[in-house]
């Protein structure tokens, strides 16, 4: 007999979920973190939305350490000396199931482990997987850990973007740059009420999430974010890999030196104590990147799996990992009361995830990777564009200016009208 | 391209995090950093959200492990043309994030 029914690998966002499930299904189930606690090693933009966290628990509004409700979207074009921003803010945004806060991992992430062990759940942290026990014909059947073997009828792994573990488990294939993009994100602390001003929110508890494109990432695929929490501000920079690696002269760092210090941005942040500097992986690849999902006795879920939309503009994983956690956790405990942990018996996991939003929103997507990596223009072209048309409608200096037209069509020109129809056409179509 | 150098001073950023530091590093390079092909280098250079991976005035490359934020970034980057093995630093060692 196996030491445990299953064994999950990461407690983050899809492991402590899939972790959830299991327990409350009755079966006994082993959480291996690496970091000393959940959420130790991990770091996010900023966002989640809650759709997916309370399909997984209802009340978790009561409980959780969310930071702030966002009720400002911000989105600026941002070129090397302007920005020109679209700030929007609705009730619809704010409606329960439809609204979405703003996180910070260490502390997110040990709630939703706590849930885990509260449901029966055993987390043991600070242990990294260094191997899955795998037999002769392929059949996954556990854990090596701490040089320990820990036997498991099933095995879900959920190692997040930078998975050791997805090529033996379901012989995913290692992920070529083009897949991945690095962020560095800084959080800066602040009093509560000055960044309840700085959002133009309500009140302490509500926020902004304010996404850029543009100078951020020197006119390469990426952008730049800023998410107002309770009492401190992340900001950073997500960067295309294979664009950095092609790109010119600057380093990441220095985007993000250079992106703190626009005066777009300066402002938002001026004042504010630096608390971390931290950095991870996105992966951006989509649905024509992910491997298999399952094997015999392994399934697999969230960012290990690429389960992640990086548009530039914005990167959504956390609530595809909860989701695809929350349906590994099921499909595993059923295929364990069903007594068959097989491929075939695991296998109502795709299923599921092929009706769900998961698969559905990155299938919609799948296009999106290569139209983005190949869409200069978005972050360099078109940012200097909307600048030098704002330019020609607000800059007065006394001098005669003419009719609208003046200001718009040279810019226009610059980037070709054609290009214009073109890109419009490929982003309503890929985004 | 060469001339790419850390300009900023990211060991103070770096400084704020919290960091149990193992004895070896998790990232073996397969012909040290100061013997890497200089392009590729580049790419490490402008990558990592750390900067870890430096070229001195004087041409020297250098990587320190210390700092890592274990994103692994440079695992993918350059395919196996440097990073020989990336793995989990040892048990309780690394980064620790109080925010994330
Ligand atoms: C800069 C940036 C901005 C982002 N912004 C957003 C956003 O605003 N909204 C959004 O929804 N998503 C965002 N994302 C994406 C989101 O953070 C991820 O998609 C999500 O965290 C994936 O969850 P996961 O559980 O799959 O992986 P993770 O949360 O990374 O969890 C993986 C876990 O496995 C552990 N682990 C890894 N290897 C081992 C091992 N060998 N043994 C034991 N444990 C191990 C890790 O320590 C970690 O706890 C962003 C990502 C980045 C990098
Ligand atoms: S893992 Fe990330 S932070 Fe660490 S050295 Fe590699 S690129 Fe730099």
Redesign the interface.
Known sequence: MADFDAVVIGAGCAGSAAAYELARAGQSVLLVE???FA??????GGRLYTHALERLIPDFRDRAPLERRVTHERITLLADDAGFTIDFASQEMKEQGQESYTV???P??QWLASEAEAAGAELIC???V?DLIIDSSGVVGGIVA?GDEITADVTVICDG??S?LASKAVGAR????VH?A???K??YELPADVITNRAMAQSNSDGSAWLFVGDCTKGHFGGGFAYTNAE?I?IGIV?G?EA??N?G??????ML?DFKAHPCVAPLIAGGK????????VPEGGFDAMPELVGDGALIAGDAAMMCLNLGYMVRGMDYAISAGQMAGLAAAEALAAGDVSKKGLSRYRDWLESSFVLKDLEAHRGAPEFLEGFDRMFDDYPKVVRDIMNGMFVVDGLSGGPLRDAVMPALKSVGIFNLFKDAKGALKNL | MSMITAELNIDAYLATNKYEVAPESHIVLRDGAAGCDPKEFDKLIRACPAALYRRSEDGIQSFNYEGCLECGTCRIICGDTIVESWNNPDPGCGVEYRFG
Not at chain 1, 39 to 44: E, F, Q, S, V
Not at chain 1, 174 to 177: F, R
């Open positions: 690496r970091g000393n959420g130790a090693k991990n770091m996010t910070l991992r260490a997110f992430d600070g242990i990294p260094e701490g973007a930078n050791l290692m992920p070529l740059p991945m690095v962020g560095v800084q959080v401190s992340s960067a890999l950095l690696a790109g002269e600057a380093t990441v760092c220095q030196e630096l608390v971390e500097h931290s950095g991870h992986m």
